[in-house]
């Protein structure tokens, strides 16, 4: 009986794992996909039955003792195999059916497969799509998704893909906030990244060209910068594939435009054979980038020219940005 209260299961690992991954109860529970209240109860439960403290509590949330750590050293061992055999049996697989996991950002799964979702069914009818959206990168190697559809300048090395395609940004604006004439960019409030995205080569593009430009919100979400754009709060840099096909919204005919970003459609290479997951790669990899060049040019009607300024020095600026996109 007392050997059997010291050797903790697996679905006691995956808690404690996932609390030391949060942080705290609550990041826990929401990838647990369980209720706060559980997570407390389980954790206190397999403390006692342990005899050890795992946790120290304070109001910073929960970080683990010396007991705790080597508790979880074994769990993310125990993950990975589990994970390892996992995809080595979905590799297995020789039929194009069954369900594929897609992880991708907001503005990808907002703006871009809606568009492909009619001609992707109808390619692939055997394949069940998962589509996992959320701005927050997935761990391919922990088999949280099949697929990945990211924008990035350099995915990890260690993961097999391609580039699918080149996304391009503009600056856009409402039509209640730009009026008829050229506008001056200087002059009009803006909409910018938060401190989350400030490293990305959009923001830094914007920072270069008009360093004194007045911010009066900033977000860390695409889609409500988007849409606090839209409702004329302020000018904003977009992807084309959003700005251009919104008509709440007009593209400024600036002389320099932002850097173009590739997206990259990824996997680990323990699922690269899989025939479904190969499947769905190839379809997207096919038809992604002539939606997305077909939505950019939706907006070529729709062009507000800018007050020409003379800006010595400015493609320099520029380049360095480009270059040193990380």
Known sequence: MQNSKETPSWDDLRVALAVARAGGLAGAARALGVEHSTVYRRVNELEERLGARLFERDRRGYRATLAGEALIESAVAMEAEATRALRRLAGEDLRPEGPVRLATSELLAYHVLPRLMAGLIAALP????????????????????????????????????????????????????????????????????????????????????????????????????????????????????????????????????????????????????????????AWLGDHLQETLTAMAAEGDDRVIPVVPAHEPGHEGVEQRAVRGDA
């Open 126 to 281: 055997g394949i069940s799509l998962e589509v996992q959206v959320s701005n927050t990168l997935v761990d391919l190697d922990r088999r949280e998704a099949d697929l990945a559809l990211r924008v990035q300048t350099t995915p990890p090395e260690h993961l097999l893909g391609r580039r699918v395609a080149m996304v391009g940004y503009a600056v856009f604006g409402a039509p209640s906030l730009l009026g008829e004439g050229p506008v001056d960019p200087n002059t009009l409030p803006w909409i910018g990244f938060d401190s989350s995205s400030a490293h990305c080569s959009s923001a830094r593009w914007l920072q270069s060209r008009w360093p004194d430009a007045r911010f009066v919100t900033r977000c860390d979400s695409a889609l409500t910068i988007h849409q606090l754009s839209a409702q004329g709060i302020g000018l904003s840099v977009l992807p084309t594939l959003a700005g251009a096909s919104d008509p709440r919204l007009r593209r400024l005919d600036v002389p320099s435009s932002p850097p173009e970003m590739p997206i990259w459609l990824l996997r680990h290479a323990d699922v690269a054979q899989n025939v479904r997951v190969r499947a769905l790669a």
